[in-house]
């Protein structure tokens, strides 16, 4: 059986099982047959939330053996602006993100790193990194890993392992008028359009642009763009 073929039918086997524990347990050593010492799987929290309530496997340990996962860390904020895998192969390759606590515990020198993010259940977000100084992992296998890691955590929500609402998450009134207003309407027209007051449509913004701790309407779509509380 082909590498291809064999992570296919892990997919695939992830329909039986009954556990959520069954599930990541299955992919952490899917992702260890590959080389990775390290691996998380995690929500991500929405700003200022704590990311603690949203992991799902945290095995990161540093050179003495513990780790402290913060919610800001850069590759965190790196998963945010992307739907797509991406690989970081040595220090100083494009992209890598700075500063980061994830990638300092893989320990000096050479280190291999791959993020896939989880953008197929909005508004949940989350993301599998894994890494290692002996992984093996190029580009070609990475659409395939996208696809496991999606009916992973599709069987995850599934079992009620992990849930799908995020503290500080949008209410549905919040989210329409927000991408309404992402739609170039005016305060006035999306008033119209939901029958409602300027008045509610203004609060609806505003309690929007606290949860997202955005500055002014614009950002306060890209951040819900961003967080995966609309889609446009």
């Given at each position: 059986?082909?590498?291809?073929?064999?992570?296919?039918?892990?997919?695939?086997s992830?329909?039986d099982?009954?556990s959520?524990?069954?599930v990541?347990?299955?992919?952490?050593?899917l992702f260890?047959?590959?080389?990775?010492?390290?691996?998380?799987?995690?929500?991500i929290?929405?700003?200022?939330?704590?990311i603690?309530?949203l992991v799902?496997?945290?095995n990161?340990a540093?050179?003495?053996?513990?780790?402290?996962?913060k919610s800001?860390?850069?590759v965190?904020?790196?998963?945010?602006?992307?739907k797509r895998?991406?690989?970081?192969?040595?220090?100083?390759?494009?992209?890598?993100?700075?500063?980061?606590?994830?990638?300092?515990?893989?320990?000096?020198?050479?280190?291999?790193f791959?993020a896939?993010?989880?953008?197929?259940?909005?508004?949940?977000?989350a993301?599998?990194?894994?890494?290692?100084?002996n992984m093996i992992?190029?580009?070609?296998?990475?659409?395939?890993l996208?696809?496991v890691v999606?009916?992973a955590?599709?069987?995850?929500?599934?079992?009620g392992?992990i849930?799908?609402?995020?503290?500080g998450d949008?209410?549905a009134?919040e989210r329409?008028v927000?991408?309404l207003?992402a739609?170039g309407?005016?305060?006035?027209?999306?008033a119209?359009?939901?029958?409602i007051?300027?008045?509610?449509?203004?609060?609806?913004l505003?309690?929007?642009s606290e949860k997202?701790a955005?500055h002014?309407?614009?950002?306060?779509?890209?951040?819900?763009l961003?967080y995966g509380?609309i889609?446009?």
């Amino acid at each position: 059986m082909t590498i291809a073929a064999g992570m296919i039918a892990l997919s695939e086997s992830f329909r039986d099982m009954t556990s959520g524990t069954q599930v990541v347990d299955a992919l952490e050593s899917l992702f260890q047959s590959f080389g990775a010492t390290h691996f998380l799987a995690t929500g991500i929290p929405l700003p200022g939330r704590p990311i603690d309530p949203l992991v799902v496997r945290l095995n990161w340990a540093d050179s003495k053996g513990t780790f402290a996962l913060k919610s800001d860390d850069p590759v965190l904020n790196r998963v945010l602006g992307t739907k797509r895998p991406f690989i970081w192969l040595e220090p100083g390759h494009p992209g890598t993100p700075n500063d980061s606590a994830l990638l300092a515990a893989l320990g000096e020198g050479p280190a291999r790193f791959i993020a896939l993010p989880i953008c197929a259940f909005q508004p949940y977000q989350a993301v599998v990194l894994a890494g290692g100084a002996n992984m093996i992992l190029d580009t070609r296998p990475l659409l395939i890993l996208d696809y496991v890691v999606i009916e992973a955590f599709r069987r995850m929500l599934g079992l009620g392992f992990i849930r799908a609402e995020r503290p500080g998450d949008l209410s549905a009134r919040e989210r329409r008028v927000v991408e309404l207003s992402a739609s170039g309407k005016t305060a006035n027209e999306i008033a119209d359009i939901l029958e409602i007051s300027q008045r509610t449509v203004h609060a609806h913004l505003q309690n929007a642009s606290e949860k997202l701790a955005a500055h002014n309407k614009t950002h306060t779509v890209v951040e819900a763009l961003r967080y995966g509380q609309i889609s446009v």
